[in-house]
């Protein structure tokens, strides 16, 4: 396989591990999150059950002005029924 090929494939099991349960999916469909940088950081510290937000850790962006976290709302569809 080409070194494109092999590192879809890394790619694709990052993503494959980061929706264990479907929580991986559902944080970057509702969430906007980038799979695999900013999903598989993520601690249950970052979460503020309080103000209903997350923050996330974003290394793609962490070379911007205040761009190395941000903070997103705790949407209902990321909620456990």
Request: hydrophobic share 35%; no cysteine.
């Amino acid at each position: 396989a080409s070194d494109r090929q092999q590192s879809l494939l890394r790619t694709a099991y990052a993503f494959i591990a980061s929706i264990r349960s479907v929580n991986g999916y559902a944080l970057s469909r509702f969430g906007g999150l980038r799979v695999p940088s900013e999903v598989l950081p993520l601690k249950w510290s970052d979460i503020n059950w309080e103000k209903r937000s997350i923050r996330v850790t974003s290394p793609k962006t962490e070379h911007h002005a205040g761009g190395g976290t941000r903070i997103i709302p705790l949407f209902p569809e990321l909620e456990s029924p």
